[in-house]
């Protein structure tokens, strides 16, 4: 697997830095764009592994996988997740880009949505196959007590990047006053990347009142009857305990 990383930041084995990566709006959302002769040279050496498939992501955008698909000779599988049905920019490069396009041999979509972008703007057409989550692995994840729900007090999480508008924390920043009138026990559990700050700006005063800051296992002060615990970005494996504490299993 090649990624945008810096050289002397930790990845699994598996996993080939090609440089870092710079953030660009787009969207609404930031794309990470890693693109240039040095990153052109890494992706030059990495398609001569040999390698039966590549399997690549967004071909359109200006980054790693778009240098592949210029670089790699070969079967060519690539997923497209863009959903944006006016993008001038995609209009606009389609002719430049439509005779690496041709080398794709096979094309899926995470969402309809995705899908028709692609025949929009792009042409030909794609098999939708959604994004997945390996549902055993937060199934057997420890619970936290910390978290763990009662009949009382309910825990509702939110996982997902918080600086994301389309990710739906600003939905369920609205919801809570009504969630807590109806269940004044109520308790929150937000995890994800980005501004915990800034996030919190979403809420009213009622609930910024019952706010708990939990970053880093760090003091708490209880606040209400509701509680909003923040976290920051965490490794893989401990994003599982959250979710798995707030599942019902009754």
Same mark, same amino acid.
């Given at each position: 697997? &090649?990624?945008?990383?810096?050289?002397?930041?930790?990845?699994?084995?598996?996993?080939?830095?090609?440089?870092?990566?710079?953030?660009?709006?787009?969207?609404?959302?930031?794309?990470?764009?890693?693109?240039?002769?040095?990153?052109?040279? #890494? =992706?030059?050496?990495?398609?001569?592994?040999?390698? +039966?498939?590549?399997?690549?992501?967004?071909?359109?955008?200006?980054? @790693?996988?778009? @240098?592949?698909?210029?670089?790699?000779?070969?079967?060519?599988?690539?997923?497209?997740?863009?959903?944006? &049905?006016?993008?001038?920019?995609?209009?606009?490069?389609?002719?430049? &880009?439509?005779?690496?396009?041709?080398?794709?041999?096979?094309?899926?979509?995470?969402?309809?949505?995705? #899908?028709?972008? &692609?025949?929009?703007?792009?042409?030909? %057409?794609? =098999? =939708?196959?959604?994004?997945?989550?390996? =549902? %055993?692995?937060?199934?057997?994840?420890?619970? +936290?007590?910390?978290?763990?729900?009662?009949?009382?007090?309910?825990?509702?999480?939110? @996982?997902?990047?918080?600086?994301?508008?389309?990710?739906? @924390?600003?939905?369920?920043?609205?919801?809570?006053?009504?969630?807590? %009138?109806?269940?004044?026990?109520?308790?929150?559990?937000?995890?994800?990347?980005? +501004?915990?700050?800034?996030?919190?700006?979403?809420?009213?005063?009622?609930?910024?009142?019952?706010?708990?800051?939990?970053?880093?296992?760090?003091?708490? #002060?209880?606040?209400?009857?509701?509680?909003?615990?923040?976290?920051?970005?965490?490794?893989?494996?401990?994003?599982?305990?959250?979710?798995?504490?707030?599942?019902?299993?009754?």
């Amino acid at each position: 697997m &090649l990624a945008p990383a810096d050289d002397d930041t930790p990845v699994p084995s598996y996993v080939v830095p090609s440089g870092r990566a710079v953030p660009v709006p787009y969207n609404g959302s930031v794309a990470r764009v890693n693109i240039g002769p040095v990153s052109a040279r #890494r =992706v030059r050496r990495w398609t001569e592994g040999g390698f +039966d498939v590549l399997h690549i992501h967004e071909p359109v955008s200006p980054s @790693l996988s778009l @240098l592949a698909l210029w670089a790699f000779e070969g079967p060519i599988v690539a997923t497209f997740h863009t959903s944006n &049905l006016r993008s001038r920019a995609m209009q606009a490069a389609y002719p430049l &880009l439509r005779p690496s396009l041709e080398k794709i041999s096979a094309r899926i979509a995470v969402s309809e949505d995705a #899908r028709r972008t &692609l025949t929009t703007h792009l042409g030909g %057409d794609a =098999v =939708v196959i959604p994004n997945g989550v390996v =549902v %055993d692995d937060f199934a057997a994840a420890p619970r +936290d007590p910390r978290w763990t729900g009662t009949a009382e007090r309910p825990t509702i999480a939110f @996982l997902g990047r918080l600086d994301e508008p389309r990710k739906g @924390l600003a939905v369920l920043a609205q919801a809570i006053p009504a969630v807590l %009138d109806a269940v004044p026990g109520a308790r929150f559990v937000v995890a994800g990347r980005g +501004d915990a700050d800034e996030a919190a700006e979403h809420l009213d005063d009622r609930s910024r009142a019952a706010l708990e800051p939990a970053r880093h296992r760090q003091r708490r #002060r209880e606040g209400g009857a509701a509680a909003l615990r923040r976290r920051v970005r965490r490794p893989a494996h401990r994003r599982r305990e959250p979710s798995a504490s707030c599942w019902s299993r009754r």
